[in-house]
């Protein structure tokens, strides 16, 4: 060791020289690249053991709706497949001005129209405010206009009732009725173009 005269050693003794400067850096890089390795494995051993969560039920309240009786067809109003609106019928299917029960009445529906599903549509809407739909049907022709009611004698009080009911849907608003004995069933609309 070299002393410059003060008891310490010049900066020439602390420099090192360039093969242990190598081998320092060798070292360091070998330590950082094994460490590094070590984190990796484990990165790797934790997510290949990591177990998928279970998922939990969703409880979903829906509300529903619970109809309140009525003497009568009631206020709540159900599309058919065609998109039209018409009332849905309630407890009762009689009328509450004629005392009337429309389920009473059988009714034979007949498509005089020629367009397929006519007299399925003014069935379905006839049997939603209590009819009692019997045959559904084409007619023997295809040439009626608008909507044509036909009822036995027996059963005339229902005329005016049924062809309130079919003018109370916008999509039936020219309705025809008359009495008739040549039908089979107590009644029989028409469905014309």
Known sequence: MRENGSGYQTFADYTMRPEERGSKRAFIFIVLFILIAVLGGLFIIGALNKKPKKSLPVVVNIPTVTPLPTSSVSAVLKPNLTGEIYPTTGLSSQDKLTNLDRSKLSVSVLNGSGEKGAAKQVSS???SLGYKIVKVDNAEVFSYRN???????????????????????????????SVSDEIASDAEVIVGK
Do not use: F
């Open 147 to 177: 909507l044509t009611v036909q009822v036995k004698r027996s059963k005339s009080a229902y005329a005016s009732l049924l062809k309130k009911d079919l003018q109370s849907n916008p999509a039936y608003a020219s309705v025809s009725a």
């Open 125 to 127: 809407y006839l049997e």
